[in-house]
């Protein structure tokens, strides 16, 4: 096969099928589907065999997280089998020129989204990146899927359609939050999981009621919940979105009860103190980032040891800041385990075989599916409670 | 989307099909159980869809099973999805999609024509 000539004839048929207005050059693009657990060895051969046809990506492209910690693979529990089936993948795409990011945060947490304007396209196959550069940089993507991106890569490419046409990024819905969301990324993705369940119609909300400011912790909860449970590649909201205009009008419109959320939130708190639960807790899905390690440190403060386990998913990007490397070698000092390039979703370890806590309504999602384990949400509190030992029983 | 001029004998399916865990690309049989041809080999096969489903992993099980001399001899789609048709080209296995009649209504092992952007039921 010729790769370069394959990869223009893949976008050519893609462009016929979603009747796409030609197609648009793209600044960057973000490769997903690259965890050996996913891709297997039919997946393995395809990449190595393009890879030695000397291929090369055409724009900066970045990288899913990968089925492992590249360090700290074997601490993880991931076998050598794996490790090197994996490390197979990675040189695969790194001799195509793709950037070893290992991540689904970095299109827009990681360096080179300062140089990414409104407007721009992009070709991004990780969900939660796609709705949060949409929505909160303004740039533009479709959904893409890992071997549709990596083919944009490789052609410096996409097909025009869908996000990339201004009039698919008009409000379709008004959703009215009342009285408006509470604090919190488990709040927020409980927020976005209700409006992606609308289906359809919610393929581009206009949200009001999410307040004047956000944490990039609840920003990166909603974006990863709308991808994970409906259509929504963009969500509007005053203040928080470059794209969002005054409040439309005539649109169809349905009202979330603010205060309901905040409720499901907290419902299985009191069954955590009963001793009832899992005593694993699952963090960084999305993966954490700096200010999300840093949160989690102060939390975690006057704790000499933790108690249970807690798992903290994480970035080589949020790492290479230092306020992101004290929080960690803080929280490591008192037992928790936090692993970068991964997560628990692409990897075949932690198995949670005796179940796991998460903040994170995706994973909840993704979790049963790839491990067999449905996770029990919880407020971010209860991984403090957990490691503080106020959980009782076994 | 691919196009060839060939003749074979339908598969057909209800469901959207999912390549990655569906189908098991050694033998060319369908092993998804929630799906109505389970069991079936898909090889040699014009195969017959609503749409795929799944893990965009299934287009490089697509191209794998051309190699493996396992794959489908074509595939009709009432609708394309990304997944089916970047496998598809990949393999150089034959595509299309939308056409008239609804290839759904097509019945089990019915000798059928592609050529260009028609399909036309030979018996």
């Known amino acids: ?394 | 989307m691919v196009k060839g001029n060939l003749e074979g004998r339908t598969l057909v399916s209800k469901y959207p099909l999912s390549f990655l865990g569906g189908v098991d690309p050694n033998s060319g049989r369908v092993i998804d159980p929630d799906s109505d041809i389970k069991g079936e080999s898909i090889t040699g096969k014009i195969l017959i869809y609503p749409t795929g489903k799944g893990s965009t992993v299934g287009s490089y099980v697509i191209y794998a099973m051309k190699k493996m001399g396992t794959a489908p001899l074509a595939i009709v789609l009432r609708e394309a999805d990304t997944v089916t048709i970047i496998g598809c080209v990949l393999a150089d296995i034959p595509l299309m999609h939308r056409v008239k009649p609804d290839p759904l209504s097509i019945g089990n092992n019915v000798r059928v024509m592609l050529s260009g952007d028609a399909l036309e039921v030979l018996e």
């Open chain 1, 1 to 394: 096969m010729d790769g370069k000539e394959l990869a223009e004839k893949v976008l050519v048929a893609l462009a016929e099928a979603k009747d796409a207005e030609g197609s648009v050059r793209i600044k960057n693009a973000h490769v997903s589907g690259i965890s050996y657990m996913n891709l297997g060895d039919y997946g393995l051969t395809f990449l190595e065999e393009l890879s030695d046809q000397g291929i090369k990506v055409a724009v900066p492209t970045s990288s899913n997280p990968c089925g492992m910690d590249r360090e700290l693979w074997n601490e993880q529990g991931v076998s050598k089998d794996f490790a090197e089936k994996q490390a197979r993948v990675n040189a695969a795409l790194e001799a195509m020129g793709v950037t070893p990011t290992y991540s689904c945060t970095f299109p827009y947490e990681g360096s080179w989204s300062s140089s990414l304007s409104r407007g721009d396209h992009v070709a991004w196959a990780e969900s939660s990146a796609v709705v949060f550069g949409n929505s909160i940089l303004g740039i533009r993507t479709n959904r893409e899927g890992g071997p549709s991106a990596l083919f944009s890569a490789i052609t410096g490419m996409t097909p025009n359609y869908g996000m990339h046409e201004d009039k698919n990024r008009e409000p379709t819905l008004l959703v009215r939050v009342e009285p408006p969301v509470p604090r919190g990324p488990l709040e927020w993705g409980l927020l976005g999981k209700k409006i992606a369940s609308i289906g359809e119609k919610a393929r581009v909300p206009y949200i009001d009621g999410l307040g004047k400011i956000a944490t990039k912790g609840e920003l990166k909860a909603i974006s990863a919940a709308l991808a994970t449970f409906g259509p929504t590649d963009l969500f509007l909201a005053p203040r928080l979105t470059p794209e969002a205009g005054a409040k439309p009008v005539g649109l169809d419109e349905i009202v979330i009860d603010g205060e309901e959320l905040e409720e499901s939130a907290r419902r299985d708190v009191e069954l955590a103190i009963k001793g009832d639960l899992p005593k694993a807790y699952f963090l960084g899905c999305p993966q954490y980032g700096v200010e999300d390690l840093v949160y989690l440190a102060r939390l975690f403060l006057n704790i000499e040891r933790i108690k249970g386990e807690i798992y903290v998913f994480t970035s080589a990007h949020a790492l290479s800041d230092p306020e992101a490397r004290e929080a960690v070698a803080s929280l490591r000092a008192k037992g928790v385990k936090i692993f970068k390039d991964t997560c628990p979703v692409f990897s075949p370890s932690p198995k949670f075989e005796k179940g796991v806590l998460t903040d994170s309504v995706k994973s909840s999602y993704y979790l049963p599916q790839s491990k067999g384990v449905k996770p029990s949400l919880e407020p971010t509190v209860v991984a403090f409670m957990l490691a503080n030992g106020e959980l009782e029983g076994e």
